[in-house]
């Protein structure tokens, strides 16, 4: 067989290969050992002599040298067979079990949104395909239902001097069958009722929803409420949500138009995206416009220049804006971070559009301060989920908290090469991150130990002269066979289904006496002569009658 070698530092390793008639036989390992044996079959004696010419060139790529041919005799080969392969698809297979770094090392590059994150991000147009959830016909029943026992409280609104004015006779226009976007979104402020995208989709198409949609966030109700006694209705014209909270509860309807635009046929989309180009007329409503329809680039790349998004501080808005972004440059535009403990569905819809760009963003979010623990886990799992050396060190720089640390763990399993790398980079920094880093790296070493023999030596020196040692210790004890082992060490019990043992009920059991309430003597009148303001008749939630009585109870 042929061989090659590779040496630089500590690392020697050598690959040894032959082609006989279909079949590639390959021999590999460290230097001085008796090494791996692997055998594939190809569809072709002319499939497999091509094969061998290309793994070649891929050795010598990576600096392997030839060296002698090697006399010794291939041991006990693992053969697979590959049959109905054509000679050209064998000789450019990538699962070639010809190359061993590659068929073992993990790909630790690659990013892919989860699953989890698929099924609660915002979709967009030419995205993650998630068709949204039909609605159902009671929802809009109950919304009408609602609409019709509230149609007196509604006109008040429209009809109260205290409202804003161009609310009102939006909501008066559209209460008297105009439809208007303005006045749809008033009744959403007044009426407490879901399903209100579906609604004006069903009611009034797309393109009308998309505009009543740029308007939530511009006008809110408010009243006074006495008991059940609703009085001084008004609305009132906001230039942004009023806060974070009142933001996260009204805005239900601008994530439905999203998804429901992002489903659409072209017709109705392109319909949607007319209408909408008529809303961008302020801050806010091109915020939700771009939100809204994101594969319009056009208007995200105005966003991302606009100096008056730049200077935005509501964090809805915030994260609407990053929820529009396609590219990880634009990421580097705005002068703030996305405030990712709003939760997973952001994290989610951000990373579509940008990727893995998202990575220095979330490992911020661990050095703030943190009211509870949730956040920090969200952003720790969510760095995990990133193949980058940006999220990882953002774990590793939060190895010491107990709510990172089993992400750190977690991240290390997953990406194995990239765990030695940067440990054994850390690990010559300062003393107490050298002593954290060889901790962690020892335990992945032992744990990952053939994954780590394989990757070694394109690590560069300074890597290999800290995990060589651990790798390969002088004072190394080898490995009991299994059946040298007590079975409680082999097979645990925690790795067998646990039987499921039955409560045995206590029968024959008797009651000496049966329970009895017992007063003192005038206990029982005393209590029931007591009162409180709680035990006192209600007067049906009429306020203005409860002060009166409040009046004549006062001493004067």
């Known amino acids: 067989m042929r061989r090659w070698e590779y040496v630089e530092g500590t690392a020697s390793k050598f690959w040894e290969t032959e082609a006989e008639g279909a079949v590639v036989t390959v021999r590999y390992g460290r230097c001085g050992s008796e090494g791996r044996t692997q055998a594939k079959e190809y569809a072709s004696a002319e499939a497999a002599a091509a094969q061998v010419v290309k793994t070649i060139a891929e050795k010598e ?3 392997y040298r030839e060296v002698e041919a090697s006399a010794s005799t291939p041991a006990a080969p693992d053969t697979t067979a590959v049959t109905g392969t054509a000679p050209a698809e064998a000789a450019t297979a990538p699962d070639a079990v010809v190359d061993d770094s590659a068929a073992v090392l993990p790909d630790e ?4 949104l989860p699953d ?11 995205g993650v395909r998630r068709g949204p959830a039909k609605a159902k016909r009671e929802t809009f029943e109950a919304i009408e239902t609602k609409l019709a026992e509230e149609a007196a409280w509604i006109a008040e609104f429209a009809d109260s001097p205290r409202s804003d004015s161009a609310a009102a006779e939006a909501l008066r226009a559209h209460l008297d069958g105009a439809p208007s976007p303005a006045g749809a979104a008033a009744l959403t402020a007044i009426t407490d009722a879901s399903g209100w995208a579906d609604f004006w989709s069903e009611r009034y198409g ?4 998309a505009r009543a949609a740029t308007e939530v966030f511009s006008v809110d109700a408010d009243w006074q409420q006495s008991g059940l006694t609703r009085s001084a209705p008004r609305l009132r014209a906001l230039p942004g949500p009023r806060h974070q909270y009142w933001a996260w509860h009204h805005r239900s309807p601008i994530d439905r138009v999203r998804a429901l635009l992002a489903a659409a046929d072209e017709a109705t989309y392109r319909a949607a995206v007319e209408a909408l180009a008529e809303c961008r007329t302020d801050t806010l409503r091109r915020i939700i416009v771009s939100y809204l329809v994101p594969s319009e680039t056009g208007w995200v790349d105005e966003l991302c220049a606009d100096p008056a998004v730049h200077a935005e501080q509501d964090r809805t808005l915030r994260a609407m804006v990053f929820s529009s972004l396609y590219s990880a440059d634009q990421m580097a535009l705005l002068p703030y971070r996305p405030d990712y403990t709003l939760g997973v569905a952001t994290i989610a819809t951000v990373a579509e559009g940008v990727g893995p760009a998202i990575a220095p963003a979330l490992a911020d979010t661990l050095d703030g301060t943190h009211y509870y623990s949730d956040s920090v886990k969200l952003a ?3 760095l995990v989920e990133l193949p980058t050396d940006d999220a990882f060190l953002g774990l590793l720089a939060h190895a010491d908290s107990k ?10 399993r997953r990406y194995p090469v990239r765990a030695v790398r940067l440990l054994a980079a850390e690990a010559g920094g300062s003393p107490s991150a050298a002593s954290r880093s060889l901790q962690l790296l020892r335990t992945h070493v032992g744990a990952h130990r053939e994954v780590v023999s394989l990757a070694l030596g394109d690590l560069g020196p300074e890597v290999v002269e800290i995990v060589e040692p651990l790798l390969n210790p002088v004072d190394l004890v080898a ?13 645990p019990p925690w790795s067998r289904p646990r039987s499921t043992v039955r409560a045995k009920p206590v029968t024959g059991l008797t009651a000496v006496s049966e329970p009895v309430l017992e007063w003192l003597p005038e206990e029982r009148a005393a209590w029931a002569a007591t009162s409180s303001w709680y035990t006192q008749n209600r007067n049906n939630g009429d306020m203005h009658e409860y002060i009166d009585v409040l009046r004549q109870e006062s001493p004067r």
Not at 206 to 209: N, S
Not at 403 to 412: C, F, G, I, Y
């Open 206 to 209: 797309l393109p009308f929803a």
């Open 380 to 382: 720790a799992g969510a």
């Open 479 to 491: 490995d009991a066979p299994v059946d040298a082992l007590p079975a409680v060490l082999t097979a």
């Open 109 to 112: 590059d690659t990013f892919a």
């Open 116 to 126: 989890n994150w698929k099924r609660v991000l915002h979709p967009r147009r030419g």
């Open 61 to 63: 790529k990576k600096g």
């Open 403 to 412: 709510h990172v640390r089993p992400s750190l763990l977690e991240a290390m």
